[in-house]
């Protein structure tokens, strides 16, 4: 395993560009994370980043792509959840009465232009035609594509101080990925990092398990998580990889100061290639029969090891840090034979 690229070990303190606080809390935060610099170098037509277009009619979204081209949320429960949680609806469509007057229609349909959305009333095949299942009882509602922001402005976020960043290796399941971003909202994490490809997106469903976190939060979207982590460590990141497979527990690992720490996907863990890039690894104790925790819930016990550790030393970093591991011998375990099969209890 490579212990850091080109050699050279940076201190715990980092050096961080811009001062953002500790753990994140900077005003690189916003809304959607709709951070300025990101907003004025995105160039206008941009794929995944402008409003789409409705389906032609008798073409059904497809469902899978997630956040992609703008999610369209279905159902009067969903309708009313988007509401309290604040989504970024744009559009709503409502069927035309039918013989009289649905109530339960009319209020969302009075919620949702006191919220300035724009309200359209339109003909039952209409909705039919861009519904995904067929159960969208009479209401359908457009949020506004999820901007995500990049890798440095996570960096930017992180400041110079001690700071969290969760990498998720191809994580899929978007209820795992939203609860994965509250946990790191919650402890003041400085962002989340995943894959561009065959990983969770924001969509509704990370909207809703996140409880909305994934507006205050950044979560950068990058095409080599490799490379990714190699930046994190040119910014005083040291990275470290959970696997219920290495020899060190979590309570004797570097868990603390600036950690860009690794998480594997649901199925197969962390990939042979991210766990090369990774400083070191550890796994989370336990006494019972079941094979692991999901991934959700192995994120959250370690991110809270983190924020206990970061407490403890007031914002300093821990006294287990990572240059004096290395220093004294910290002892890498072996991972030539890693796989980290993970059971999904979620």
Known sequence: MARRQGGSKPSRGGSGHTPGGRGGRGSQRSQGYQGKRQQDARPKGRPGHSQQQAPRSG???????????????????????ALELGLPVTRALIQKDSGGADP??????????????????????????????????????????????????????????NALVIVLDHVTDEGNFGAIVRTAEVVGAAGVVVAKSRAARVGVGAYKTSAGAVM???????????????????????????????????????VSGRLALVMGSEGSGISRLVREHCDFEFKLPQRGMVESLNVAQATTAIAYEWLRRDMAQGGAASAVSGADAYESGYDLPDVSDFDFPETDLG
């Open 104 to 161: 339960a229609l009319t209020e969302l349909a009075r919620r949702l232009a006191a919220d300035g959305v724009e309200v359209e009333r339109v003909a039952k095949p209409v909705l039919d035609s861009l519904s995904s299942h067929g159960a969208h009882q009479g209401i359908m509602l457009r949020v506004r594509p999820y901007r995500y922001a990049s890798l440095r402005d996570v960096i930017d976020a992180a400041g110079e101080g």
């Open 59 to 81: 073409q059904r979204p497809d469902a899978r792509r997630g956040g992609s081209r703008g999610d369209l949320i279905e159902g009067r429960r969903a309708a009313v959840e």
């Open 216 to 254: 205050h939060l950044p979560i950068a979207q990058v095409s080599n998580l490799a490379s990714a982590l190699d930046e994190l460590k040119e910014h005083g990141f040291w990275a470290g990889g959970a696997t219920e497979h290495a020899h060190d527990l979590v309570w004797d690992a570097p």
